[in-house]
């Protein structure tokens, strides 16, 4: 990976889904940008208009604080109604992060899961699926879903359930993970809740448990492209196969 997207739905998600990744990334010189969707806040008032837009501010804010101490290179915010992306035209969303993926080309995306609670986050990865379709080289090579606490676990139908396949190390960074998530001052909850500082800590305990690690986050692999290239500089010595470097 050498350069990172994340898309996500709502101001927070990319800390709760992600941060731990993306602080082990940034620290390793990959560039790990954002992209946020949907404003955030507007479903908690009876209608989007009656959320006063200071409100909205402040949230961006916190998540550009965030976006710092996590090592983002960049954080971007789009406009969709939250909780409310059901009612935008697929086409309409597919596009935005079609501009995006065209703006930044990475060749790595995370974003939500397809089974997720939450319709924000389904119809973000239904975007996400139909804006990365294989069409040339330029294409992105690898795509994952996180999961969000708080919303994939809820789905109790049991369809499409979030089966991680791809564990990352996060053991480093699980603190500055925490800290990340604090900078959202309407986001933050107190335990047992599954957003709290106490619960993310043992969610990541748990993935790390999955892998081997004290702490980790766990990904589902969506789709990876890879190229076979032919080995040119090495030839085979000896009878037990061994190689020789030809530098």
Not at 59 to 67: D, V
Not at 172 to 181: D, R, S, W, Y
Not at 204 to 228: C, D, H, K, Q
Request: aromatic residues 8%.
């Amino acid at each position: 990976m050498r350069n990172v997207l994340i898309v996500a739905a709502h101001p927070d998600d990319e800390i709760l889904g992600v941060g731990g990744t993306v602080k082990v990334l940034a620290d390793a010189g990959v560039v790990v940008r954002a992209l946020i969707l949907a404003e955030g806040q507007t479903s908690r008032t009876e209608k989007r208009e009656d959320t006063p837009l200071d409100v909205i501010i402040r949230l961006r804010e916190n998540a550009a604080a965030a976006a710092e101490i996590m090592g983002f290179t960049s954080i971007d915010f789009c406009d969709f109604p939250d909780n409310r992306m059901d009612g935008v035209n697929l086409l309409d969303i597919i596009k935005v992060v079609s501009q995006y993926i065209e703006k930044y080309s990475p060749d790595t995306i995370f974003t939500h899961h397809h089974g997720d609670l939450n319709i924000d986050h389904r119809r973000v990865c239904e975007a996400v699926l139909t804006a990365c379709r294989p069409t040339g080289k330029d294409a992105v090579k690898r795509i994952y879903a996180f999961e969000t606490p708080s919303s994939t676990e809820w789905n109790y139908t049991y369809e499409n359930s979030f089966r991680p396949n791809v564990y990352v190390d996060i053991s480093g960074a699980i603190e500055v993970k925490a800290k990340g998530m604090n900078c959202y001052e309407s986001e933050r909850t107190e335990f047992p809740h599954p957003r709290s500082e106490g619960a993310l800590r043992a969610l990541a305990r748990y993935r790390g448990s999955n892998s081997g690690m004290e702490y980790a986050e766990g990904f589902m692999l969506l789709r990876e492209t890879v190229e076979i290239r032919k080995l040119r500089d090495w030839h085979p010595i000896g009878i037990g196969g061994g190689y020789k470097s030809m530098g």
